[in-house]
């Protein structure tokens, strides 16, 4: 059991190295892409939206790449765990490896392209003056487990689907398309009607995104009950995404 544990976990560490060097594969800027990317959306939204949400909004690049660095590791990192299977049918078919190290590893990768885009914030707040309030900052932990969970178990299922269905890479990007509109990452919520506001509350990635805002950068309390809801939701997510893998991960084997 413990040889068998430590291979896993080798096998883990090797694929989160070359999922991350992956990424920047043949790229001359490499993993500055990870710092330029967010900065130059950023710096392109705040020219065009701090004129309309100025008065709404303080302090609006903080307020957009808060909730960017958080919509941004969801989409990626079920993106990557969408092909974590699929992508690597060559080694699956060749040794006895548990396919969950794979998925595993994707959240794993992403996670640190995720950290690194949160050094950006707080490089951001020191540049715009933005308050560090240390007394909420420490409870953002919550929103990003939650999302880790969430991102944890939509991978699973997705790297399942991803074997049977090749459109649902397709199926998928229309979704967190759809997905980030209803997150409030460039606007405030103020501006949405507010009948609709019941459906943004449906967005699971809205929630995760609102509770982060509220600890990391406006050093509030969101409503208690939203956390507990949105841990809740996450747990589940997570729970049905194993049941779907351990489900269909050995009958997988047999579309390679």
Same mark, same amino acid.
């Given at each position: ?122 490089? +951001?707040?020191?540049?715009? /003056? ?5 007394? =909420? &900052? !420490?409870?953002?932990?919550?929103? %990003?487990? #939650? *999302? ?59 929630? +995760?995104?609102?509770?982060? /805002? ?5 050093? =509030? &309390? !969101?409503?208690?009950?939203?956390? %507990?809801? #949105? *841990? ?25």
């Amino acid at each position: 059991m413990k040889l068998g544990n430590t291979v896993n976990f080798f096998l883990l560490e090797e694929i989160v190295k070359k999922n991350f060097a992956s990424k920047y594969k043949d790229s001359v800027l490499g993993i500055l892409w990870s710092v330029l990317k967010p900065l130059l959306i950023m710096i392109l939204l705040t020219i065009i939206f701090s004129t309309i949400f100025g008065r709404r909004i303080e302090n609006y690049p903080v307020y957009f790449l808060a909730g960017k660095c958080l919509f941004d590791f969801f989409t990626a990192g079920t993106n990557m765990c969408m092909n974590a299977i699929k992508g690597n049918q060559n080694i699956l078919v060749k040794t006895a490896a548990p396919k969950s190290v794979f998925v595993l590893g994707s959240v794993i990768s992403e996670f640190l392209n995720f950290i690194i885009t949160l050094i950006i914030l707080a490089v +951001v707040m020191v540049a715009t /003056r933005a308050p560090f309030h240390f007394n =909420t &900052i !420490p409870f953002s932990i919550i929103p %990003i487990i #939650s *999302l880790i969970m969430m991102i944890t178990g939509i991978g699973l299922v997705l790297s399942i689907l991803c074997v049977y269905y090749t459109d649902i890479k397709h199926l998928w990007g229309v979704v967190t398309m759809m997905l980030m509109y209803a997150s409030a990452l460039f606007y405030p919520m103020e501006i949405i009607p507010e009948p609709y506001h019941q459906y943004m509350i449906l967005n699971p990635t809205f929630w +995760v995104i609102d509770q982060f /805002r509220h600890f990391a950068i406006w050093g =509030t &309390i !969101p409503d208690i009950l939203n956390i %507990i809801n #949105s *841990l809740l939701l996450s747990s589940i997510f997570l729970v049905i995404g194993i049941i779907i893998f351990k489900k269909y991960q050995y009958k997988v084997a047999m579309k390679f």
